[in-house]
Every structure is written in structure tokens, then in C-alpha cells.
């Protein structure tokens, strides 16, 4: 029953809506009051002459740390004054009422810097630094994005080779808070061997004046300007062993230091927005226009509404997240919540306020405009808004949309495979029918070859330009069609020209294919993934083999190529099951977010410039690149020679019938799926390169046993034996070309070096009818051995293994 007692009515108050104050202990509210006092007694009395000037004042940190502003969590026996994460907040919150560049000063020291050497240093690390890091004796930086690495942490180019006593640091960091006046510098890089293996990401400690050391300013800035920003320049410089982080390794560390300074930002952030609130609904009182102050418009009225409303919820959910920090409960996708909402709402309502206060509103007398400029930062560093929402969708879809996106690309790839068989199958009746010499028949899969490599450049353009789903979907139907066309050729001319049409759009489907699961699957077992991706391509040729011994001896060869239209309409339903993955910069997100990755979901969209500028973008690559289209030519050369020509060669040099060719061809193609796939596992096991050299040099080495040694007793044997090993280098070339590579290469630019070199490689089924024209495919045969060989030794000798490793996640 409803109590019909009347009571007195609740006053509403404006200001603190859900009553935060009481929310808080006696103890968070004296350290929220001196943090306040002093941020307006000394702080804002010269704010303003700093930003305008672009000065620092170094003397802040000292202010700071009297009051134990400087690294609050720190346990106190290291200078800290113990406090919880909620004091912590309410700290930032009250320094960025004033401005965010000094919120910015301290939240580096305190949780970029501070926080790595209580987490991850070793005690005497502690007891040297700490003390005075929280007494601003000692200022701090944190370096760990690059001129060339913003985002993409993951491929800093800062190396930490190891020397004799510690490590020789080289490189540079960017946008770097506090470092021209630093006394300690925390810089993130990848340690290299003695034997210039480059290994996992270490941090290190350096301090001021070390040889190679330099840390010049940064002019120009539109906002935070009362803090001082510049880069970390690093030549050779020598850290002894005692200065680096002991046991941390990969991400984990530099991303932890990023989760604390995410969360004092989120309630920072708050503290700005209220400052523009309350300045907008000041001057909105006080200012008229018509006879009457502006607050008296419902319009103006309104926007206050929306102000209060996000920063009283925007400051409970940063209530609420510092007790679940403080409680052991907190997640890093939380941290992203709160960070890239109250940055957001920040910068929307410091654009609002400044706009309520018309002309007056950029005036610097007035703080609003500093504050707004001050956020467009805010918004922008310790993860981006975007970023934020990509870690926040990734963890909403779950772990299964990259198995839909595994379903599609496979079933694309099975097309494929048929595709491409059934040109291999039909070779003998086209030759019959259109009265072709075996140089012409083998000029058919040349022209195949050399269209699937001009579509796997448009292809990889058309990844980063539209997106991969959209590709794939596109060039199943763009193939299919085209084969089935085939079918109604009537002259070899017609032929060929429609064969290299539909060959575009095999190319494009493959390339998006591997780029589409590059993207989506976890990066633990990515390359058992893709091994098990291109399987799909050898389920096709048993696909085709199955349906060319059962079509052509009774139907011929026509009827096969009209069934091809019904996978268009599958691939078109599926695809509306397989979101968009983000971008190429491969386990970009899984960096990102800090650990394991599941999917990305927001569509891709191109990088500005030609398909040429975008295919040669990345000059710094080239050797990767000129590696890879060399690999390519050659590793392609012996594929498409042996797959064009094994079936002719069973037929007419074995004497195999028809039909009991294709049954054989089905369990040496059942044997390279085992192959791809215990391939793709061995690879994220061990080592990528040692996996692919194998599986081409061992192909390379068995091809010719099988002309020289083949009986009708051992024949389904050696092309068993065969089938294995040839699927070996298949199941990790899309991976370690990927990922030898940097990051920053997209799609475009390594569809090309993989496709320039197919389309080299389209001579190769023309120069093995050519060679096979005398009557014989031995020397054929040791030709594509020799193409094999070529394409193991060439990575085995130059190109490294970049797998990611797993402590990175």
C-alpha cells in the first residue's frame, strides 16, 4: 500500500543532481576540497598567462607533490600517499577544472610513469625513483607513440639492442608530455639480439643527460598549451641492465599505464565540462538581449538541461567505475566506456557553451575557448573515440562473428577451387574440339594466371576501398557468371579472352578472402585459421574432380562450366551474416584493447591516392616487397604449372582412364588439406619461415620422384605423398607475407607484391605445354621442382618470421 502520508517536497539540487557529495567519504571529500583549493588559489591565477605564452611552469610539480598530488595510489613506503582510485579521480577531476594541460602533467607522472615502475620495476627501481616522482623533485614522461605510430603501438620502430651490461636504445618518440623537461624518461621498445633478432616490447627507464639523449619541444600547439609536449629522441643510447623493466613483457605493460591514466581522464574530463557549464550558465544570466537575460530562452534553457545531464551521469559512472576499480572488479573495456564517453560528452558541451556565449565565447578571458580546444586533445590521445568504440563493439559481438566470417570466406574459396580445376579437367576435350596444340592449351592457363593476378591487385584496391565482404560477394558473382559462359564459347579465341575475365574475379576473391580472416581471426591461432581457409580452395578441386569424372566422359565438357552461377546466389546470402572488419593493420585492435582479439565491426574505407600511389605507398618496404613478388613469381609458377598440368599428365603419360585420374587426383587433393591444415598449426606453434621452406623445398624435391619412380602399384601413393607436402607452404604464405610486413602496409600494398609476381608467373602454364610438347613432361616437371626450390630458399634466406607473440596479447 501506497503511504498517503504527505511529505515535504525533496529540494532538486541543480548543481549535484544525484547528491555525488554524499556518495563520497569524509576522507575522499577532504582530498576533493584541498585538491580544489589549491587548483584555484594557484593554478588559475596563471593559466592564463601560460597558455597564451605557451609556458610551463616546472614549479607545478613540486606544489603537487607537497600535497600528495603526484602519484595518490602509490603505496606510501614509495612516496605515495596510499590513497583509493576514486581520490585519485576526484584529483584529476578538480586540476582539470582549471585546464587540461595540467591535469595532463600530472596524470602522466602519476599514472604513466609512476604506476609502470610500481607495477613492473624491481625494488631498487622503486626506492630510487618513486620517492621523488611523488615529490615533483623528479619529472616524469612516458614514451611510447612514435612520428610513425599512433595507434598501432604494436610496430614502434624503437629498438633496444642488447649489448654487453644493458642495451643500446634507438628511435623516437612523439607527442611525449613533460619530456623537455623531464629528469625520467619510461620508453617503450623492441629488445633486440645480440644477433639482431627483434624480439618482444621491454621498458626502460632512462634519465636526463645520457649520452644520445635529447627531448626537444614541440611549438605551435592549439591546445594544451600550459603543458609543455615534445618527442624523445634516442641515438644509441645506453641503459644499463638495472634500468629496465625486469619482467614484463609484450603490450600488457605500456597498456596498463594507459587503463589508469584513461580512468583519471574520464573523471578530468568531467571537471572541464563543468567549468564550461558553469560559465555558460553564468553568462546566460547575466547577459541580456530583448530586455530580458538570455537564460530566460527555452532554447537556452534546454542546452543547460543537456550539460547537466551528461556531466551528472557522466561523473556517477566514473563514481562507479573507481569503486569497482578499487574493489578489483574494474575491465579494460570499462576503462573505454567512461574515457570515450566523458571525453565526448566533454567536447560537446564545451562546443555548446562556447557557441551560447556568441562572440564572447573565443575569447580567452573566458576559458571556455581554451577548454574546448583543450578536449579536441583530451578526445583525441590515450586511445581515440574510435579506437574506444572498436574495443567496445568487439567486446559486445563476441568470439563468434569471425567463425561466420571463416563460413563465408570458405565457401568463396571452395568456388574458387572448383573454378580453377575444371579448366585443368577440360584442357584435354578443349584441345580435341578447338584442335589445339599443347603450347595453346597451356596459353589457356596462362591467361587464367595472369587474370587472377591483375584481379588480385584490383582486388586488395578494392579491399581497402569498399571493404572485403563487399569484394568477395562481388567476384563470386563476377566469376561465377563468367565461367558459365564459358560453356556458349564457340572458337579457343572466345575462350580464352572469357577465361580471363572470370580469372579477374578469381583473383580479387582470393586475395579478399585471406585479407577478410587476416582481420578477424585471433591472432594465437591465426595462421591455423588461414591453413584451414585455404582448404576450402583444395575442397573445391575435389569438388571439381568429382564432378569432371562424372560430367565430361558421358556429358563433356560444357555442361561443367554452367553449374558454376549457383554459388553466386549462396555467397550473396551469406553475406549478410559477415560484418566488416576495421582495417588491414593486422592485431591492430587485439594491441589496442590489451589482449586477446575477437572481431572488428565497423566498415573499411580506403586511404586517399591512386591504386598505384597505394600498391607502392610504402617505399620503406620495398626489399619486403621485391622479396615477395620475387617468392610469389616462382612459388606460382610451380603451382599453376602443377595444377594445370597433372591431370593431362596422369592422362596421357600414365594412361590413366578419365575417371580413375580424377579418384587418384581426390586423395592426393584430400592429402593437401591435411597438409594446409597441421601446416597452419605448426606455424603458430613454432615458426612460420621454418614451416613454409619446408613444405616448398620438400615439393620441389618430390615432384620429379614422381615422373621418374611412378608405377601403376605406387602411383596413388606418390601423389598422395605429393598432395601433403604441396600443402604445406600453402597453409602459412598468407600469414608470414603478411606479417613480414609492418602494419602499416594495408591490403593494397600486399595484394601487390603477391600478385605482381602471379601475373610473372603466368607463363608458367604455357612454358610447361611448350616444354611438355615434345612428348615428354620430365623436363616440365624438373622445371616447376626447380621453380619450387627457388621459392623456399628465398625466404629461407631473407625473410624473417615477424609471428606475434602470445605474451603480447
Known amino acids: 500500500m501506497v503511504n498517503s502520508t504527505k511529505t515535504a517536497r525533496v529540494q532538486f539540487n541543480w548543481q549535484d543532481p544525484f547528491l555525488l557529495e554524499q556518495q563520497l567519504t569524509s576522507e575522499e571529500r577532504m ?15 596563471r593559466v592564463l598567462e601560460q597558455f ?42 578538480e586540476i582539470e577544472r582549471v585546464d587540461s594541460g595540467y591535469r595532463s602533467m600530472a596524470s602522466v607522472q602519476s599514472s604513466l610513469v609512476m604506476v609502470p615502475i610500481n607495477e613492473f620495476g624491481s625494488e631498487e627501481q622503486k626506492q630510487k625513483y618513486l620517492p621523488k616522482l611523488a615529490t615533483g623533485e623528479f619529472i616524469g614522461c612516458f614514451g611510447l ?48 639480439s645480440a644477433e639482431g633478432n627483434i624480439g618482444e616490447i621491454r621498458g626502460f627507464i632512462l634519465e636526463k643527460g645520457w649520452e644520445g639523449l635529447s627531448a626537444p619541444a614541440i611549438h605551435g600547439k592549439v591546445g594544451l598549451r600550459a603543458s609543455i609536449t615534445g618527442e624523445i629522441v634516442m641515438d644509441n643510447v645506453f641503459v644499463p641492465e638495472e634500468n629496465a623493466f625486469p619482467e614484463i613483457r609484450g603490450l600488457r605493460g605500456p597498456f596498463t599505464c594507459l587503463n589508469s591514466a584513461r580512468y583519471g581522464i574520464a573523471w578530468g574530463a568531467m571537471g572541464a ?27 537556452v534553457q534546454k542546452k543547460l538541461a543537456d550539460m547537466q ?33 566523458n571525453c565526448g560528452k566533454a567536447l560537446d558541451i564545451a562546443r555548446v557553451a562556447r557557441d551560447m556565449m556568441g562572440g564572447n565565447g573565443i575569447s580567452d578571458e573566458f576559458g571556455v575557448a581554451r577548454h574546448l580546444v583543450n578536449l579536441e586533445v583530451v578526445n583525441t590521445y590515450e586511445g581515440t573515440h574510435d579506437v574506444h568504440a572498436l574495443i567496445l563493439g568487439r567486446a559486445q559481438t563476441g568470439p563468434n562473428t569471425w567463425k561466420w566470417a571463416l563460413l563465408f570466406a570458405y565457401f568463396a574459396m571452395v568456388v574458387d577451387g572448383v573454378d580453377i580445376m575444371l579448366l585443368s579437367y577440360s584442357l584435354t576435350s578443349l584441345k580435341g574440339e578447338f584442335a589445339l596444340s599443347t603450347f595453346q592449351a597451356g596459353a589457356l592457363g596462362s591467361a587464367s594466371l595472369a587474370g587472377m593476378g591483375i584481379g588480385g591487385i584490383l582486388g586488395g584496391w578494392a579491399c581497402d576501398k569498399f571493404g572485403r565482404v563487399r569484394t568477395i560477394a562481388n567476384s563470386v558473382s563476377f566469376f561465377s557468371v563468367a565461367t558459365c559462359l564459358l560453356g556458349f564459347t564457340q572458337s579457343f579465341e572466345q575462350f580464352m579472352a572469357l577465361r580471363f575475365i572470370g580469372a579477374l574475379g578469381i583473383g580479387a576473391l582470393y586475395m579478399a578472402c585471406n585479407t577478410l580472416m587476416a582481420e578477424y581471426v585471433p591472432t594465437t591461432y591465426r595462421t591455423t585459421v588461414l591453413g584451414t581457409l585455404q582448404t576450402g580452395q583444395t575442397v573445391g ?60 565491426t565497423v566498415p573499411e574505407k580506403a586511404k586517399s591516392g591512386s591504386i598505384y600511389k597505394q600498391i607502392f605507398a610504402n617505399f620503406k618496404h ?7 613478388m620475387t617468392t610469389a613469381f616462382f612459388l606460382q609458377f610451380g603451382y599453376y604449372g602443377i595444377n594445370n598440368w ?5 592422362e596421357t603419360e600414365v594412361h590413366m582412364n578419365f575417371k580413375n585420374m580424377t579418384s587418384y587426383m581426390v586423395g592426393s587433393y584430400t592429402a593437401m588439406i591435411l597438409g594446409k591444415i597441421l601446416a597452419g598449426y605448426l606455424a603458430d606453434k613454432f615458426n612460420r619461415r621454418a614451416v613454409f621452406v619446408f613444405g616448398t623445398i620438400a615439393s620441389a624435391v618430390f615432384l620429379p620422384v614422381i615422373i621418374i619412380f611412378n608405377t601403376p602399384d605406387n602411383i596413388l601413393y606418390l601423389l598422395i605423398t605429393f598432395g601433403f607436402l604441396y600443402g604445406i607452404p600453402y597453409g602459412v604464405n598468407a600469414t608470414y607475407m603478411a606479417e613480414s610486413f609492418s602494419t602499416d602496409v594495408r591490403g593494397t600494398a600486399i595484394g601487390g607484391a603477391y600478385n605482381i609476381g602471379r601475373v610473372g608467373a603466368a607463363i608458367a602454364p604455357a612454358t610447361i605445354g611448350f616444354l611438355a610438347s615434345g612428348g615428354t613432361f620430365m623436363t616440365a616437371f624438373i622445371v616447376m621442382g626447380a621453380a619450387y626450390f627457388v621459392a623456399g630458399v628465398l625466404p629461407g634466406l631473407f625473410i624473417k618470421d615477424r609471428q606475434y607473440d602470445p605474451q603480447q596479447q
Open 31 to 45: 582530498i576533493r576540497d584541498a585538491a580544489y583549493a589549491y587548483s584555484q588559489d594557484k593554478l588559475m591565477p
Open 52 to 93: 597564451r605564452h605557451e609556458k610551463t611552469d616546472a614549479s607545478i610539480f613540486r606544489e603537487m607533490g607537497e600535497l600528495g598530488l603526484l602519484g595518490p595510489t602509490i603505496p606510501e613506503e614509495y612516496g605515495g600517499a596510499g590513497l583509493n582510485y576514486v581520490s585519485y579521480g576526484l584529483i584529476a577531476r
Open 145 to 192: 607513440t612514435e612520428p610513425d605510430h599512433g595507434s598501432d603501438p604494436g610496430s614502434m620502430i624503437t629498438r633496444a639492442k642488447k649489448v654487453e651490461g644493458g642495451y643500446r636504445l634507438t628511435g623516437a618518440k612523439m607527442w611525449i608530455t613533460n619530456s623537455p623537461i623531464a629528469d625520467v624518461f619510461v620508453v617503450w621498445a623492441k629488445e633486440v
Open 273 to 299: 565540462a563543468e567549468f564550461c557549464w558553469h560559465t555558460a550558465h553564468q553568462y546566460t544570466m547575466d547577459r541580456k538581449q530583448f530586455g530580458r537575460p538570455l537564460a530566460a530562452n527555452q532554447l
Open 309 to 341: 545531464t551528461e556531466i551528472a551521469l557522466g561523473l556517477q559512472i566514473a563514481l562507479r567505475f573507481g569503486r569497482m576499480k578499487d574493489d578489483g572488479i574494474a575491465s579494460v573495456e570499462g576503462t573505454s566506456l567512461i574515457k570515450r564517453n
Open 541 to 600: 578441386y575435389i569438388v571439381a574432380t568429382l564432378l569432371a569424372g562424372a560430367i565430361i566422359p558421358d556429358h563433356g565438357w560444357r555442361v561443367l562450366f554452367f553449374i558454376t552461377v549457383i554459388p553466386a546466389f549462396i555467397n550473396i546470402f551469406l553475406q549478410r551474416f559477415v560484418p566488416e572488419p576495421k582495417s588491414w593493420q593486422l592485431n591492430k585492435i587485439n594491441q589496442l584493447q590489451g589482449k586477446k582479439p575477437v572481431e572488428a
Open 622 to 628: 620495398r626489399k619486403m616487397f621485391l622479396l615477395w
Open 646 to 650: 597433372m591431370p593431362s599428365y596422369l
